[in-house]
């Protein structure tokens, strides 16, 4: 039986599950053993871009035609205007049906989206990483911001942090009497200036 996890495209980790039996019947309806229910090749195109290794089996004969499946949603893939497959590699795919090289071109093909995904997670994760620095740098100047529009209410005058987000500490006594000092000096000097 072959595996549909041996494609290129499927994605690590599939190993660990039983692939999904799926049975296409005579009337060309597909059956998913798993949910109990009838799928359409979108569905399988969707499990395996997710990575769900599967397996279909003629309902009749028993036979796999997990492979044959899979180039039938190729084909609709291209068909639909998503073209990825070049004309010139269907040619020389058609080229070396029959040819003494023929029984390498699945390996190498194997080995070459292999390094083709592997390169792209590579790509992904590097391009991640300044979005990840961006969100950082607005999340510092969102803090900062905030500070600045609670006007630093969220330290005690000792630089100790208040008790709960905004509200400002209770001042000691202490600091009350200098406060009312303070306030009573400025308010002398206003009457000196009115007289």
Same mark, same amino acid.
């Given at each position: 039986?072959? +595996? ?17 039996i ?46 044959s ?16 497959l ?15 090289m ?17 390169? $792209? ?11 990840? $620095?961006l969100?950082?740098? +607005? ?8 500070e ?18 905004g ?24 009457d000196?200036?009115?007289?």
């Amino acid at each position: 039986m072959a +595996n549909a996890s041996s494609s290129p495209g499927a994605k690590a980790g599939t190993s660990s599950q039983a692939p999904v039996i799926i049975k296409k019947y005579a009337n060309r309806r597909l059956y998913n053993t798993e949910t109990s229910s009838y799928i359409t090749l979108d569905h399988l195109a969707e499990m395996t871009r997710h990575g769900r290794d599967f397996q279909v089996f003629d309902a009749r004969s028993g036979d796999d035609i997990t492979r044959s499946v899979l180039t039938q949603i190729v084909m609709e893939g291209e068909a639909g205007g998503q073209t990825m497959l070049p004309t010139s590699f269907l040619r020389q795919i058609i080229a070396l049906y029959g040819d003494s090289m023929q029984s390498m071109v699945p390996h190498y093909l194997e080995a070459s989206m292999a390094a083709f995904a592997e390169n $792209q997670a590579m790509f992904r994760s590097a391009a991640l990483k300044p979005f990840e $620095q961006l969100a950082r740098q +607005n999340l510092a100047m969102f803090q900062a911001a905030t500070e600045m529009m609670t006007g630093g209410l969220l330290r005690e005058a000792g630089g100790k942090p208040a008790e709960k987000f905004g509200e400002k500490p209770a001042p000691a006594a202490d600091e009350v009497a200098q406060l009312k000092e303070q306030l009573a000096a400025i308010q002398s000097r206003i009457d000196g200036l009115k007289g």
